[in-house]
């Protein structure tokens, strides 16, 4: 692919050590890359001098001929006083007066009788014509509606004026001009910030499929995951390029970084021998061979190992908890609302037992943090009631981080009330394992960062020796290596867990049962975690909580509402075993023990012959009538185990993964016929998956 962008050996000060000391890249046409890093190492920064919003100290910064790059900021400042659809046709302005010329040029081309005239002018319309089609121009108006419902906008917001717009609306409102400038290169800082998961699922399908190279700043795992291809991390002022999208970056920083952890040791090591040698002998009988080993070891020094580029992550743990009864929240027809005849949820009726992790799914406003709140007995509820089993000891992270005193130094704020010995040495040892070191543990509460009050808060809840963790969006403000610090801590803690969170990929890695608001303030649970959940929507088999009715018209205009779940990132079925990596010669599926899934057709033939009545079908392979004349519900296919199926999809799956990577290397890549044939190996494959997810559909349903 065509390089659009070479930066070499930027660099940029702030104070005496550098944010971008030497930072090299080359972005290619296409790209999608995910720049990471912890916080504080100079994404925006890198992000502003690409722009052009700041100058570097050195370096050059070079792109290709008419390649324009677009900038979405954190915050921006837009004044303006049209409308949201005025404001948003601004983006457009460029296409339009191209559709204005053409219009005049079509009038002056039936005016002139001039031959040299008309060549000129029908070259000229052409040339406009011919852009015109390449920007699908003649679409603009749809273009415009589709981008502004994606993002989350309705279309009683199009007339809202610009001036009314919250923070998180204008931030909005700038991605959508964003997306419509359609520039080369799109730069993105936390564009996921302020929207729903509705509008977050879709961007991330538009990223997929914009021809636009993208440069993504993002603490969602998830959204990284699903649109990048390519990430950069960027520490200590530097660039590492790795192939692949978050997953894939962490999988070959590990291994990268265990070469390195032994190349330095080696390194050092060397350098420790060569000077306890010259230490020894340097006056001795083997001075000759000390003098030796000095120039050798001014070589060493000339040329340094680089220490291993590790990004420390804060060893967060949460103590052993006691135990506890084996029920420890019964609700029983819970219901409230705080507004007449609008309830935020009603019969809302579950068990949550001891050593389950419990996620609670829903768009903004739904109730969700209200039902927290019932559950602490903090609210009553209108009706019903909520028990708590024997020996709870709760402890609760507030997303407004409300149980941190803004006066206090960081290292009493954490002292929790249950506690009369807790000492200062023991505060400290434990702030230190969320992340909180040196200086910091004696500043006030009020001073902190986001991040740095989000890891005070969570080491207060470590403090409280909890066996009940109830958390609302606990990954607010951490960074990615924080994020990932608290999910290991989760998961490792042996007591119970009820969390709210929009981090997905949080929610995937965490939870083990879901608490999903449904439509008419009704509740479902689910055990599983956030694939099983985007599953179970893609197969009509739950509403989807995110497409409300106030969302229809972004439904019907943005294209939202299809499965949107990775393949890498579907249900998990029982209690699957992860299949072992594939081994560099593996075989295809097909020569595996699995039998091919037969067509629709197929299976109701052979159930027709099976009970002798003749099932009639319709256009997609499928019976008209779902019973026979028992009433009986007739199998669409034959009876397999479960387990048996969930070990075929997951081996296909796996062999769809191999496809994809050989579709990576290069040789392949050359290989025009190779590479058609993988693609068409690849989608005969999803076909019998999704057929294989049927059939386990209705093996779950009617395997009793």
Same mark, same amino acid.
């Given at each position: ?27 290619r046409s296409g790209d999608k890359v995910g720049l990471v890093g912890p916080n ?49 046709? %601004? ?101 996921? +910030? ?10 991330? +399908? ?105 990004? #420390? ?14 029920i420890i929240f019964r609700c029983e027809k819970l219901s409230k609302s705080f507004?007449?005849?609008?309830? %935020? ?15 609670? %799914? ?110 609302? #969006? ?222 386990? #559909?209705?093996?779950?349903? %009617?395997?009793?």
């Amino acid at each position: 692919m065509e390089v659009i962008l070479t930066v070499e050996h930027l660099r940029k000060h702030f104070s005496a050590a550098p944010v971008l000391a030497d930072v090299s890249f080359q972005l290619r046409s296409g790209d999608k890359v995910g720049l990471v890093g912890p916080n504080g190492c100079g994404k925006t920064t890198l992000l502003n001098i690409l722009a052009g919003r700041e100058e570097s100290e050195k370096g050059t910064l070079d792109k290709a001929s008419g390649i324009n790059i677009g900038y979405l900021e954190q915050r921006p400042e837009t004044v303006s006083d049209q409308t949201v659809l005025e404001e948003a046709k %601004l983006a457009l302005a460029p296409l339009v007066e191209m559709q204005h010329e053409a219009e005049l040029l079509a009038n002056q081309l039936a005016q002139t009788a001039d031959e040299t005239e008309l060549i000129r002018l029908s070259a000229r319309y052409d040339k406009i014509h011919e852009s015109l089609q390449h920007h699908d121009a003649y679409h603009l108006d749809y273009r415009i509606e589709k981008i502004l419902h994606g993002v989350g906008f309705t279309d009683g917001d199009f007339t809202k004026p610009v001036s009314a717009l919250s923070g998180g609306e204008m931030n909005r409102l700038n991605l959508a001009r964003l997306l419509l400038e359609e520039p080369d290169i799109m730069l993105l800082d936390e564009p996921s +910030n302020h929207l729903d998961l509705l509008a977050t699922e879709w961007l991330e +399908n538009f990223l997929q499929d914009t021809s636009a190279s993208v440069i993504l700043v993002s603490h969602d795992r998830y959204f990284l995951d699903r649109v990048t291809n390519r990430t950069w991390e960027l520490f200590h002022g530097t660039i590492d390029d790795y192939p692949g999208n978050f997953s894939k970056y962490t999988a070959l920083k590990e291994e990268r970084l265990n070469v390195q952890t032994r190349t330095y040791e080696k390194y050092i090591e060397e350098v420790e021998k060569a000077k306890e040698f010259i230490r020894r002998n340097h006056y001795g009988m083997k001075a000759a061979q000390a003098e030796d080993r000095r120039k050798k070891l001014e070589r060493l020094l000339e040329t340094p190992a680089s220490p291993p580029r590790k990004i #420390e992550s804060p060893p967060m743990r949460f103590n052993k908890p006691s135990r506890t009864g084996d029920i420890i929240f019964r609700c029983e027809k819970l219901s409230k609302s705080f507004t007449a005849g609008k309830p %935020l949820f009603r019969d809302l009726t579950f068990d949550i037992e001891r050593g389950q992790r419990w996620a609670i %799914l829903g768009p903004n406003g739904c109730g969700k943090t209200t039902l927290l709140r019932c559950l602490l007995n903090e609210i009553t509820p209108d009706s019903g009631k909520s028990v708590h089993g024997q020996g709870l000891k709760i402890g609760y992270f507030d997303q407004q981080l409300h149980v941190l005193e803004d006066s206090l130094q960081v290292v009493d704020a954490i002292r929790p009330v249950n506690k009369k010995i807790f000492e200062e040495p023991a505060r400290r040892s434990l702030l230190g394992l969320f992340g909180l070191t040196g200086d910091q543990q004696l500043q006030t509460v009020a001073s902190l960062s986001g991040g740095q009050r989000c890891r005070a808060a969570l080491a207060k809840l470590s403090a409280e020796d909890a066996n009940v963790l109830i958390l609302d #969006e606990p990954t607010n403000h951490l960074d990615l290596w924080a994020r990932a610090a608290l999910e290991k801590a989760v998961r490792e803690f042996e007591g119970t867990v009820l969390f709210i969170s929009h981090d997905r990929y949080f929610v995937d890695r965490v939870a083990d049962h879901l608490l999903i608001i449904q439509p008419n303030a009704r509740f479902k649970t689910l055990e599983g975690n956030y694939s099983t959940f985007r599953h179970m929507v893609s197969k009509g088999l739950m509403a989807d909580p995110f497409l409300t009715d106030a969302f229809s018209d972004r439904k019907a205009a943005g294209g939202i509402g299809k499965s949107m779940v990775p393949a890498t990132q579907q249900p998990q079925l029982r209690n699957h075993k992860e299949p072992n990596p594939r081994k560099e010669n593996s075989q295809p599926i097909s020569n595996k023990k699995y039998k091919e899934p037969l067509r629709k057709e197929e299976h109701w033939k052979n159930q027709q012959g099976k009970t002798g009545e003749t099932v009639p079908l319709d256009n997609t392979g499928s019976p008209n009538a779902a019973k026979n004349k028992k009433g009986k519900k007739i199998r669409r296919f034959p009876f397999r185990k479960i387990h048996e199926i969930e070990e075929e999809i997951f081996a296909r799956e796996t062999q769809i993964m191999a496809w994809n990577e050989d579709l990576l290397r290069p040789e392949i890549a050359r290989d025009g016929e190779r590479s058609k044939a993988i693609h068409r190996e690849i989608q005969e494959e999803q076909d019998k998956i999704a057929l294989l997810y049927e059939h386990w #559909e209705e093996a779950n349903e %009617l395997n009793w």
